[in-house]
């Protein structure tokens, strides 16, 4: 089930939200949400239902021993335990198949094993169970002594298939108690519906148009058809990805739980260390957090660090190669950058030369990410840089019928309408014409979003999230 589908939308949510808000008391209220989330994970493959209660089971029992014996050995080993049954089950669900074909590559061996099927959302539980282990170990947060709320916390709807990644401790005291307002509902109901036109609106358009250039005959695509091609894609992966996030942090809100941001204009940076800093928040933090800073970070074997976390977050994100590479790409490029920041200190390039810079990085990061074949995506490079073909006619009428989209698309990325919305909301909340803005105007922008994105809604048959494969 994905939260753009008409049934999550009409039926699923509606049902949800009517049961939660009925029910007064707060614990069937929780039962409501357990419930809930596990029809939700279940729709499509019920089976693995089974190994996220599993999941929850060895880590809320490690939490309560890691609690029970802090700053003792037996800690430490249900933290070690916690790491190695965590990490062990999505090794064997998500990259045994990867490393039986590598093997069988390696040494010409036959080998049939193409790997288990793999159980959606399992990279986001998994780091989310593994974090909080990780917390009460270090004695950051009290240990959940209730399996039923713990379990809640792991499978909650909102954030279990694509994230972002929750952390107990952000969501600790929600998870004991949370309190109505129609202010946060309104909110919710507000990011949802952002979300939904993001994915609807922009990230299905964009990838329909991506597959036109980048699923085809590569020899027949000029330089120019490449390029716009993978902007396509680039589009496409921000809107799908971040619009998600934006529905995930709509529907906490709906049901009083606060999550973290997972994106903040990405697009814009104007260095590596920055775009890591802006894109997938939650991931970013949790390699921070549970591995760069306990490597030593900064302090000591600051490359190798940066290697090692760099090579995970690419295999975090898919079980073949091209992501390991895609991951070391960025890592290459975030230690260049810090080798010259520490040579040349203060000194900075003017800014549009580091957008420059910047465009040139994420389109080919995005081909590493994107072809999972890589002589194709190898290929796919070199016609970025064929000087030879420059141009071609099909590439021109797809840019000019979509100009629009694209000129939208682009705005989009940026923090623009954010900070024109803001300003508008300014300036009417301290005009004569508050109780109209507040009660007409802005339920009615809301609601023509949420029509629009129905519409097409409705109309198209691409709608698939590209984030539920990791």
């Not at 099927?117 to 170990?137: A, E, K, M, N, R």
Request: proline letters at 3%.
């Amino acid at each position: 089930m994905v939260f753009s589908s008409l049934f999550f939308i009409f039926l699923f949510l509606p049902i949800s939200l009517f049961l939660y808000y009925i029910i007064p008391s707060r614990k069937w209220k929780n039962g409501v949400l357990i419930v809930s989330s596990l029809v939700f994970y279940a729709w499509g493959e019920p089976v693995w239902v089974i190994l996220l209660i599993i999941s929850s089971i060895v880590d809320y029992f490690h939490g309560r021993i890691a609690e029970r014996y802090l700053k003792r050995w037996q800690s430490k080993a249900a933290l070690i335990s916690s790491l190695v049954i965590n990490l062990g089950i999505l090794i064997l669900f998500k990259y045994s198949g990867m490393f039986v074909s590598t093997f069988s590559t390696l040494f010409d061996i036959p080998l049939n094993f193409k790997g288990f099927s793999l159980p959606i959302g399992i990279s986001f539980y998994t780091f989310q169970t593994i974090s909080y282990v990780f917390d009460v170990y270090r004695g950051e947060v009290k240990a959940q002594k209730s399996f039923w709320k713990f379990l809640m916390f792991v499978s909650l709807f909102h954030q279990l298939v694509a994230g972002p990644i929750v952390r107990y401790k952000d969501i600790s005291t929600e998870i004991e108690q949370r309190f109505f307002s129609a202010e946060q509902f309104g909110d919710g109901v507000r990011r949802f519906t952002i979300g939904l036109a993001k994915k609807v609106v922009f990230a299905n358009t964009a990838g329909a148009l991506a597959t036109n250039f980048l699923d085809g005959q590569l020899v027949e695509l000029s330089m120019g058809g490449h390029w716009f091609g993978m902007t396509l894609f680039a589009f496409q992966i921000y809107y799908d990805f971040s619009g998600y996030s934006d529905m995930a942090i709509g529907l906490g809100r709906m049901f009083g739980f606060t999550y973290q941001e997972n994106f903040n204009y990405p697009y814009i940076s104007q260095s590596v260390t920055e775009f890591w800093r802006r894109w997938h928040m939650s991931l970013g933090s949790f390699f921070r957090d549970y591995l760069y800073i306990p490597l030593g970070g900064n302090r000591r074997y600051q490359f190798r660090n940066l290697f090692i976390v760099w090579f995970l977050t690419g295999l975090w994100h898919g079980a073949s190669w091209n992501f390991v590479l895609w991951g070391l790409y960025y890592g290459v490029l975030s230690g260049f950058e810090k080798i010259l920041r520490w040579i040349f200190k203060s000194f900075r390039l003017p800014a549009i030369l580091n957008y420059g810079y910047m465009f040139l990085v994420t389109i080919f990061g995005w081909t590493l990410f994107y072809y999972e074949d890589l002589s194709r995506g190898l290929q796919f490079m070199r016609g970025l840089i064929n000087m030879e073909y420059l141009w071609d006619v099909t590439s021109e009428v797809m840019l000019m019928n979509n100009m629009w989209f694209l000129i939208l698309a682009f705005i989009g990325v940026t923090p623009i309408v954010t900070k024109l919305f803001g300003a508008i909301d300014v300036t009417m909340t301290k005009s004569l014409f508050r109780p109209i803005y507040s009660t007409i105007f802005y339920p009615l922008t809301i609601i023509t979003i949420f029509i629009v994105a129905f519409v097409l809604l409705m109309g198209q048959s691409y709608n698939p999230f590209l984030y539920f494969r990791f």
